[in-house]
């Protein structure tokens, strides 16, 4: 009759616990016994990532052979998958039960290193690699593609070449301070064009070319019905209020003059609140969500101002939305074109400029880039003296004025 046996967990195991097979990856070894087997574990405990790694050496006479569960030599099996090895004890027939682990035995030779990159892997980048894969076992479209690809870049080094010899010719025949003003010119004008409102330059009616509804579409401006009701409705003394405290001096002033019923003073209304939160966030550091709850401003009013004139900074473990220098100059631009609508193609500079906390000649500047005409009305024919015969205004003209751009360089002092 046949003995039978019986199984047996091992229970809770620790790292050392586990069992080992091991596998020779030049074939089986005939003779066992002359195998001597040591292993070794990581000495740093604390890392978690390096405490469960184990070396296995295996010596004979003739060659010694090593494995481990971790690099590019370890078999990826252990971590895909558990295995578990039996061991029997014939005494008492029981079969214990044991996790085990699996390491790729792989032949050493004394003076040979396998561990370093080969010597092409240093000057050889990621793409290069990639290509070379692509050449042996891509397929005829991924080869058509790498042709391609560097049938462009052949190019594009050729298009290098001549253009800095076409360079080196005009720095030649021009000369570099030359160059350098035309330089400093152009990028000037670029950096305003990049602030300013859509402007259609071919428009046969000046409210065309600096669209409304570029400046507030119909949603939004819907949505500023319930905020520019309370608008309109400001006393007397709560206009003279905001004009002190907040410095809104062209909102009280579109306020003061707006029309007494009709959509025109609707209109009026819902723009003036809209400028005043537009001035408030040009005077703001770091802004947060909570912007314009106080004032009941709508979410979708809130978003389209933290889209168009914010920047997203990374401070402090935090994405903070900024107000830059190029932001105050765009929010300059269309605050400009948005009173422009409001008051019949023409605003107050000087208001503006007053509002903004920006240098008179940065609001006239931005003036002439987007083709106003500029206006400073007499001191003998005003009626009140004062500040208002300074004030200087801008409107809108078809054709748009063409200003030249005019960069005066400051003199140096001698020193005596």
Same mark, same amino acid.
């Given at each position: 009759?046949?003995?039978?046996?019986?199984?047996?967990?091992?229970? &809770?195991?620790?790292? /050392?616990?586990?069992?080992?097979?091991?596998?020779? +990856?030049?074939?089986?070894?005939?003779?066992? /016994?002359?195998?001597?087997?040591?292993?070794?574990?990581?000495?740093?405990?604390?890392?978690?990532?390096?405490?469960?790694?184990?070396?296995?050496?295996?010596?004979?006479?003739?060659?010694?052979?090593?494995?481990?569960?971790?690099?590019?030599?370890?078999? @990826?099996?252990?971590?895909?998958?558990?295995?578990?090895?039996?061991?029997?004890?014939?005494?008492?027939?029981?079969?214990?039960?044991?996790?085990?682990?699996?390491? *790729?035995?792989?032949?050493?030779?004394?003076?040979?290193?396998? /561990?370093?990159?080969?010597?092409?892997?240093?000057?050889?980048?990621?793409?290069? @690699?990639?290509?070379?894969?692509?050449?042996?076992?891509?397929?005829?479209?991924?080869?058509?593609?790498?042709? +391609?690809?560097?049938? *462009?870049? #052949?190019?594009?080094?050729?298009?290098?070449?001549? #253009?800095?010899?076409?360079?080196?010719?005009?720095?030649?025949? @021009?000369?570099?301070?030359?160059?350098?003003?035309?330089?400093?010119?152009?990028?000037?004008?670029?950096?305003?064009?990049?602030?300013?409102?859509?402007?259609?330059?071919?428009?046969?009616?000046?409210?065309?070319?600096?669209?409304? /509804?570029? =400046?507030?579409?119909?949603?939004?401006?819907?949505?500023?019905?319930?905020?520019?009701?309370?608008?309109?409705?400001?006393?007397?003394?709560?206009?003279?209020?905001?004009?002190?405290?907040?410095?809104?001096?062209?909102?009280?002033?579109?306020?003061?003059?707006?029309?007494? &019923?009709?959509?025109?003073?609707?209109?009026?209304?819902?723009?003036?609140?809209?400028?005043?939160?537009?001035?408030?966030?040009?005077?703001?550091?770091?802004?947060?969500?909570?912007?314009?709850?106080?004032?009941?401003?709508?979410?979708?009013?809130?978003?389209?101002?933290?889209?168009?004139?914010?920047?997203?900074?990374?401070?402090?473990?935090?994405? =903070?939305?900024?107000?830059?220098?190029?932001?105050?100059?765009?929010?300059?631009?269309?605050?400009?074109?948005?009173? =422009?609508?409001?008051?019949?193609?023409?605003?107050?500079?000087?208001?503006?400029?007053?509002?903004?906390?920006?240098?008179?000649?940065?609001?006239? &500047?931005?003036?002439? +880039?987007?083709?106003?005409?500029?206006?400073?009305?007499?001191?003998?024919?005003?009626?009140?003296?004062?500040?208002?015969?300074?004030?200087?205004?801008?409107?809108?003209?078809?054709?748009?004025?063409?200003?030249?751009?005019?960069?005066?360089?400051?003199?140096?002092?001698?020193?005596?």
């Amino acid at each position: 009759m046949a003995a039978s046996c019986s199984l047996v967990c091992c229970g &809770e195991e620790r790292e /050392d616990d586990k069992a080992v097979i091991v596998r020779f +990856s030049n074939g089986c070894v005939r003779n066992t /016994d002359n195998l001597n087997f040591s292993m070794y574990k990581s000495s740093d405990e604390n890392n978690p990532r390096k405490k469960a790694r184990r070396i296995l050496v295996a010596e004979t006479d003739r060659l010694s052979y090593v494995g481990n569960n971790f690099g590019t030599g370890s078999m @990826k099996c252990n971590n895909l998958c558990k295995y578990y090895v039996g061991v029997l004890n014939k005494k008492t027939m029981q079969m214990e039960v044991h996790t085990a682990q699996l390491f *790729n035995m792989q032949p050493v030779i004394p003076g040979e290193t396998t /561990d370093g990159p080969k010597p092409q892997e240093f000057t050889q980048t990621y793409r290069e @690699k990639v290509d070379s894969l692509i050449e042996a076992f891509g397929t005829n479209k991924q080869k058509k593609a790498l042709n +391609s690809r560097r049938l *462009n870049q #052949v190019g594009s080094d050729t298009l290098q070449q001549t #253009v800095a010899k076409a360079a080196s010719t005009v720095i030649n025949q @021009k000369g570099l301070d030359a160059l350098q003003q035309e330089v400093i010119e152009t990028e000037s004008q670029g950096e305003l064009a990049l602030h300013l409102p859509p402007c259609n330059a071919e428009a046969d009616k000046p409210e065309n070319v600096y669209q409304f /509804d570029d =400046l507030l579409s119909p949603v939004e401006f819907a949505a500023l019905e319930q905020v520019g009701s309370k608008m309109a409705a400001l006393t007397p003394e709560e206009l003279e209020k905001m004009r002190n405290e907040a410095g809104c001096l062209c909102v009280v002033e579109q306020l003061q003059k707006m029309p007494t &019923e009709g959509e025109g003073r609707d209109k009026v209304a819902r723009c003036a609140f809209y400028l005043s939160m537009l001035l408030k966030l040009l005077k703001q550091r770091n802004l947060t969500r909570k912007f314009g709850e106080e004032e009941d401003c709508p979410r979708i009013i809130q978003n389209k101002m933290f889209k168009t004139f914010t920047v997203e900074t990374f401070r402090n473990g935090r994405v =903070l939305n900024t107000v830059s220098t190029s932001m105050r100059t765009k929010i300059a631009a269309y605050s400009l074109a948005l009173l =422009l609508h409001l008051d019949n193609m023409t605003a107050d500079l000087t208001l503006l400029h007053r509002d903004l906390g920006i240098p008179e000649p940065r609001m006239i &500047e931005v003036a002439k +880039s987007m083709g106003l005409t500029l206006i400073k009305p007499s001191r003998g024919k005003a009626e009140n003296t004062g500040l208002q015969d300074e004030h200087k205004k801008a409107c809108l003209v078809l054709p748009l004025v063409k200003y030249d751009q005019f960069m005066e360089r400051r003199k140096r002092k001698k020193m005596r």
